[in-house]
Nanobody, 117 residues
């Protein structure tokens, strides 16, 4: 069982920055792909960034060069540094842990990010 707790959302102005954090409790953290998703008003949830078990990190095109995902297996945390924020980045951001080996998937409760113009 893994529990994910996000923090760090809030309000930012156009061009500003926010840093999201996700702390995971439980075991075998290293076996999980960790990802950040977001869901804007009236939109479907979309993948923003994914880290493959501490290896490669991939981003959707719209955030490349602006967002950076970090992972610390020792602390069992992931973070998402968001720079040059745009109003279209406004969404509820969710931390996700998925293990194909353990065949399990977990979601955090979500944290709201609002970017004003």
């Amino acid at each position: 069982q893994v529990q994910l707790v996000e923090s760090g959302g809030g309000l930012a102005h156009l061009g500003g920055s926010l840093r999201l954090s996700c702390e995971a409790s439980g075991s075998e953290f290293s076996l999980y792909h960790m990802a950040w998703y977001r869901q804007g008003p009236g939109k479907e949830r979309e993948l923003v960034a994914i880290n493959v078990r501490g290896g490669q990190t991939d981003y959707i095109d719209s955030v490349k060069g602006r967002f950076t995902m970090s992972r610390d297996n020792t602390k069992q945390t992931v973070s998402l540094q968001m720079n040059s924020l745009k109003p279209e980045d406004s969404a509820v951001y969710y931390c996700n842990a998925k293990s194909y080996i353990l065949e399990t998937e977990y979601w955090g409760q979500g944290t709201q990010v609002t970017v004003s113009s």
